[in-house]
């Protein structure tokens, strides 16, 4: 609870109870904001939030009716007031914990989760993104990638109120575009890498960058902007943060290095500098965008204080990330990872990676789709890159919203001619399909959904088992054993 007077410049000392941005959510003696969002004006829905108990309303528009018993502040940008009166409310959150921003277009769940399991070992941590939001032990979904400000401050609030001493959070370049962190404190930004994704939304790669660029902004002289060297868009982000720089690579000389790099199919070796020294260290992570994942794990623990043998722990002990190049280990004699994979950039990547360490090791398997209503040119990237690494494919539902899993299929096939395929819409029989096609030393990539308990439809989702969930079940069905059998 707040005073009106403490959160405006009046000198009503109504008790305010709760603010909001969604007139279904008021409360009685609460502050309606009326946000101008991508598709709902929240000018339109003032009487409904004063019919729900609002007392004070917040608009940047003329509105078509003033009721004499409520109080009305017109500003010139309510989502600028919203951050600013949020941050009020909750006490300013941000400022007593230390808050880690993650941004890039590949990564950023990897790292901000290696950063909440790495230094829980130390403190109350917590983690904000698309997994999840998690601390103390809680684990509950969140709304976005980067969500609204004002459940950001609220879910701060109520982690500052828990013992939460440190905070990684990813931050996507639509909440960062949108305005969602503008009232955040962060204290370290990490860039992973920007790719030319999500073009859709901001229109031009410059205003893509530019929208990551806005995290680094933000951090203060007495911050760190860790940054990667080898990233072509580099330059542009380390002139643009007035932060002390720490930057990590492997092909551009960095303050943490990686060097003389092995990969296997089930861990990553490699020489890691910094701070002068060089160590050899063994690493539970697949791929060598992972490597560079851990270097930037590496160097936010520099930037916190860890002293060497803290951060060589880390790196041997990295916690597998749900859905992220995750091994899934139920005893067979092939192997079977999972993985998120949103942009061709991802896929390429794995394809390769999985193409060079497989050895002696039998065929490539793949499960994979596309999204439907989104970028139609990654169907045939995608079956491209397939025809180029993979020995058999099979085709499936993705997140169709809407359109027809077939026809989406269909477009990726056609570029599928040297390796065989099948199309199978259901993804649980797909996924089936692919472990009883397995031999020894066969490896299955189940590709698109990672983490995700959900297909999305053309409006809303529906709930689905999860890769992972479904792969265990088919190798016990498979492979188990059964009294049942004949």
Partial sequence: ????????????????????????????????????????????????????????????????????????????????????????????????????????TSGKTVVASMIKDAMSKFCSTGYIGT?????????????????????????????????VKVVAMEASSHGLALGRVDGINFNIAVMTNIGAEHLDF?????????????????????????????????????????????TYGIENESDVMAKNIKLFLDHSEFD?????????????????????NVLALVSVLIAIGCDDQMIIDAIENVKPIEGRMELIETGQDFTVIVDYCQHIANYEAVFEYVDSVRQNHGRLIAVLGAPGKRNYKLRKELGKLANKYLDHV??????????????????IQEEITDISSVIIESRQVAIEQAVELACKDDIILVLGKGHEKFISLEVGQVDYPGDKEIIQEAIKRIYGGSDDEI
């Fill in 394 to 411: 099979i085709l499936t539902r993705l997140d169709d919203r809407g359109e027809d899993v077939q026809t989406i299929c269909e477009s």
């Fill in 202 to 246: 901001h229109g031009t790669k410059e205003q893509y960058v530019l929208a990551k660029q806005k995290l680094f902004e933000k951090i203060k002289p007495s911050g760190w902007a860790i940054l990667n060297s080898d990233d072509l868009n580099f330059p542009q982000i380390k002139d643009s943060t007035q932060g002390r720089i720490l």
């Fill in 272 to 292: 890691i500098s910094f701070k002068g020294n060089t160590f050899h260290v063994s690493s539970p992570v697949l791929a060598l965008f992972n490597v560079y």
């Fill in 131 to 163: 997994i999840s939001l998690e601390y103390n032990g809680r684990k509950e979904d969140c709304p976005y990638t980067t969500p609204e400000s004002l459940f950001l401050q609220r879910k701060l609030f109520e982690m500052n109120r828990g013992g």
């Fill in 1 to 104: 609870m707040k005073y009106l007077n403490e959160l405006f410049d009046t000198d009503i000392d109504m008790k305010i109870y709760s603010i909001h941005s969604d007139s279904r959510y008021v409360k009685p003696y609460s502050v309606f904001f009326c946000i101008e969002g991508l598709s709902v004006d929240g000018h339109r829905y003032v009487e409904d939030a004063i019919f729900q108990g609002a007392k004070v309303i917040v608009h940047s528009k003329e509105l078509d009716y003033y009721h004499d018993k409520i109080i009305y502040f017109k500003v010139a940008d309510t989502l600028a007031e919203l951050n600013r009166v949020s941050n009020v409310f909750y006490d300013n959150p941000s400022s007593k914990m230390r808050i880690i921003g993650v941004t890039g």
